[in-house]
């Protein structure tokens, strides 16, 4: 069945435009600038790679608006299986997405002390650097407030797949676990920083619940039936 005949696959589709630059913007772009324990290291990488900096921040608002379509997509796919649950998954959604926009402008801010505007010649270079690693900071606490709601989401939306009868329940269950490691991944970044690359080593495995939801929709696709609408 082709894209155009299965919603399922039209939403696989959607969700791989959202994912391409949302992974460039969180995992490329910071594993090319950003040297963990060296901040001086982090703002050189940073003034000689202004270019895929900006690249980032722009992947990112790509990400976020695509973000709101998938949400839709989401919705018409599967409000038939429970429309209250549906409309909860693209609440959250929604409310992750102006905490990620907003959070591009610390980034936008790491560049601006970066490159040493004219208005900013009052203070020194190690100023300005020290400036620029807290915002850089600051951004990646704000991934780990957005975090929370992109673990949120995952929980109404892998009961939609549990239960909807056209979905391998596997599936539902994966959304589910996925969830709670983006949860406990924010909550200890933010809490007990000290531990995060533990925990985080040890959720991994339960990290990919999405990515197979993501493929089944491309390969497999969905077709919600008609008869198994319902309100609540």
């Given at each position: 069945?082709?894209?155009?005949?299965?919603?399922?696959?039209?939403?696989?589709?959607?969700?791989?435009?959202?994912?391409?630059?949302?992974a460039f913007a969180l995992?490329?772009?910071?594993?090319?600038?950003?040297?963990?324990?060296?901040?001086?290291?982090?703002?050189?990488?940073?003034?000689?790679?202004?270019?895929?900096?900006?690249?980032?921040?722009?992947?990112?608002?790509?990400?976020?608006?695509?973000?709101?379509?998938?949400?839709?997509?989401?919705?018409?796919l599967l409000k038939g299986?429970?429309?209250?649950?549906?409309?909860?998954?693209?609440?959250?959604?929604?409310?992750?997405?102006?905490?990620?926009?907003?959070?591009?402008?610390?980034?936008?801010?790491?560049?601006?002390?970066?490159?040493?505007?004219?208005?900013?010649?009052?203070?020194?270079?190690?100023?300005?650097?020290?400036?620029?690693?807290?915002?850089?900071?600051?951004?990646?606490?704000?991934?780990?407030?957005?975090?929370?709601?992109?673990?949120?989401?995952?929980?109404?939306?892998?009961?939609?797949?549990?239960?909807?009868?056209?979905?391998?329940?596997?599936?539902?269950?994966?959304?589910?676990?996925?969830?709670?490691?983006?949860?406990?991944?924010?909550?200890?970044?933010?809490?007990?920083?000290?531990?995060?690359?533990?925990?985080?080593?040890?959720?991994?495995?339960?990290?990919?619940?999405?990515?197979?939801?993501?493929?089944?929709?491309?390969?497999?696709?969905?077709?919600?039936?008609?008869?198994?609408?319902?309100?609540?």
């Open positions: 069945m082709s894209s155009t005949q299965n919603p399922g696959r039209r939403t696989g589709m959607l969700y791989l435009l959202v994912s391409i630059p949302g995992m490329y772009v910071p594993s090319k600038v950003i040297v963990h324990g060296n901040p001086a290291a982090t703002i050189n990488n940073i003034a000689a790679s202004e270019s895929l900096f900006r690249l980032g921040i722009a992947a990112q608002l790509i990400s976020q608006a695509l973000f709101i379509l998938l949400a839709l997509a989401l919705y018409d299986v429970n429309q209250r649950h549906a409309a909860l998954m693209v609440t959250l959604i929604v409310v992750s997405i102006p905490i990620a926009f907003l959070n591009e402008l610390n980034a936008i801010a790491t560049l601006v002390l970066v490159h040493g505007a004219d208005f900013l010649s009052i203070f020194e270079k190690p100023q300005r650097d020290a400036l620029a690693i807290l915002f850089l900071n600051l951004h990646g606490h704000g991934f780990d407030v957005a975090a929370i709601f992109w673990g949120l989401w995952l929980f109404p939306l892998g009961l939609l797949v549990f239960r909807s009868g056209f979905f391998p329940r596997i599936l539902g269950v994966l959304l589910i676990l996925n969830g709670f490691t983006y949860l406990v991944n924010s909550y200890t970044s933010l809490v007990l920083p000290q531990y995060e690359d533990v925990v985080s080593r040890w959720i991994m495995p339960f990290q990919f619940g999405e990515l197979l939801f993501m493929f089944w929709l491309l390969i497999m696709g969905a077709s919600p039936k008609p008869s198994l609408a319902r309100v609540a």
